[in-house]
């Protein structure tokens, strides 16, 4: 059977991750349950769309995505199932499906509502386990999407931030996330760079107004615990610190500033 | 094959786990492993016991479900595998089974003694991983119960607290445990509630001296950094903070007061 | 499918696993991945070595094991593949694979270059997704190691503390690493201990210079909150605080000294 991935805030202490593995496998016995993760930041419905579109950018076709990051469970907000590159996303309408929606072309989109896919009684707090899993697990097994509920075309796109040229030459964006091991992911992407580069002016990167140096392409070109900038593996502009923290290094966390600026404009 | 779930308090960044699985898929090779949690506090056998509890309620028949939390690994404890709904419960003898033997019908248990069935040298701290795992998966195989060992009837049953009447109305309860969210989950349950609520007099909910509101239904209810009490997934009353750290605002942990009394009794 | 095992330092709240998913089931989708674990100290490569050691005696012949801890992703290291025991390690040479290849015996081994088997863009910082995940997926699918690059015969092997003889009689050890229980393991094996103990001198176990006790069978030979020293189920001389945390009673870490002198032997 298809896989059915799992992006959550739930922590994995707890008992809710069994739960929805459990009704999951309850629904379809033969299914193949993957944890992308649950750690999540809790409600940190932002870092969960990055998440679920690095997911969808490399699981195969017909994998279920099933994503919780839901603060606002129990409210009027929908509960979406969308099929982007063949894959399906079941998360609720809170903007987490975001990055999938803006990048990737939307094949069909419904809003989950058929209770005859979850028939149990659902809890105010935990609609992960009563609706999401048993859902999943009827699309794993091949349950068409129209069958969930009615099509819809609205979709709770979050306002990113985006990066804002500087005059005369520059980029100022910020750290979008700290990854585990410290480094600054930031908005800035390499479609960004490369316009900035055509101008042929030397750059540098500052994390506010700390100076981290030019773009580099890997960290063997700087020593241990020296820092550099360089595009990393979302194709971003990431600042780290070779076997270090950049977070600590230079007191960054999401939302710090991050430029680009002529190497000699120390202003 | 059917689940074999794994419930430890081994945490993850060990070689713990992955012995487990290893002696898991070398006794089964095609048995389907499925964590549900590894992050059981230390030693902790209530939370053990309820997740354990959950795993059961939500998982099919036929799954297997392995319990490690054992900080009487080494000592004349026994191990045992019993059967409730139609799923089998591995597990030290140490109260971790209190749950689920208290909540479902017990259709056999055994002492689990048959070095057959766990063939190699058993070490005095990893019992998981010599014991347990080999004999999980040969029941995941098909071994029946009654040949791992004598059957036996007594069970170790936690004491857990239970809420007590106050007069001449309310309820005192406490804190179970405080979830991934920083969610306090009592033990007073819906039916404690529903038969309180039977003496229609308008109740408050206090964690100590601290008010937190009359029971409402959902997060929804309540706006952004507000208090809220409700009953939670596991039927069971919750205090939380919508998208903040109940545990921080009450400084409430496993073992604090929490009441539910008449709105006008400050005593 | 054969097993796929993880074993990496990539934590679990970012992409990075997913990823890693992803791509070997878009490689191979019937592959059967399972978590070790992806809690290694970041760049902790000694850490890394034991993990991955543990992994290859409990699983069975055919697991592919993916070990990525990394830190000179992007440099000129070479990625390996190695047969040991049945099994498959696929690793960057820089020591991951030194208990494995010391211990057991090594039945073939190429340097992973050819890019057939890992067709895609190589990012320089994230090699796990780009190069050794399909790499793995193609293995457990079918493909000889011959094909993934030139046989090579050098690894790279860290040089890990070993421990000394004391006169005229003792051993001094020190910390490897200390476990999710705050337990302490050391170098010191049961051969070391069993050669010693051939003296018939009774022993007690130091902590720099604060006394653990002689070394016990099990933690049921003392009271709860009491130190013991023990042979754990690495088969290595462990140092434990009965339900407590011998790294917070003895202020200790990886590298801290421990050694068995003489009962009376206190200088």
Redesign the interface.
């Known amino acids: 059977m298809t ?1 059915i ?1 799992l ?1 959550t805030d ?10 929805i ?3 999951i ?2 629904t379809a ?1 033969a299914a193949r ?11 940190d419905v932002v870092h969960g769309a ?2 679920l579109f ?2 969808v ?4 076709p017909g ?1 279920v995505h099933v994503a919780v990051v839901d ?6 907000r929908r509960i979406l199932a969308g099929r982007y590159a063949g894959q399906v996303v079941i998360a609720p309408d809170n903007g987490l499906i975001t990055l999938v929606h803006r990048h990737l072309p939307l094949e069909e989109m419904v809003s989950v509502e058929n209770t005859h896919y979850f028939p149990g009684p659902v ?4 609609q992960g ?2 609706i999401l899993a048993p859902v999943a697990a009827h699309v794993a097994s091949g349950v068409p999407l129209v069958q969930l509920g009615p099509p819809t075309a609205s979709v709770d796109i979050l306002r990113l931030p985006e990066p804002v040229r500087l005059e005369p030459v520059g980029l100022r964006g910020q750290v979008l996330f700290v ?3 410290g480094t600054l992911i930031t908005n800035i992407n390499v479609d960004d760079l490369a316009s900035l580069f055509r101008s042929r002016v030397p750059m540098e990167v500052y994390v506010e107004d700390q100076v981290v140096g030019s773009v580099l ?4 070109d700087v020593d241990i615990n020296e820092t550099v900038a ?1 595009v ?3 194709r971003m502009l ?1 600042v780290a610190v ?2 270090g923290r950049a977070c600590d290094r230079f007191a960054a966390a999401a939302g710090t500033e991050v430029t680009l600026r002529p190497a000699d404009d120390r202003t």
């Open positions: 896989p991935t992006i739930f922590g994995t202490k707890d008992h809710y991750v069994g739960s593995k459990g009704t496998l309850r016995p349950i993957v944890d992308i993760t649950h750690e999540i930041g809790a409600h990055y998440v690095e997911a950018k490399t699981f195969p994998t603060p606002g469970v129990g409210s009027k809890s105010q707090t935990f386990r009563d990854d585990h091991f392409t890997t960290f063997s360089m990393g593996s979302l990431e070779n076997r």
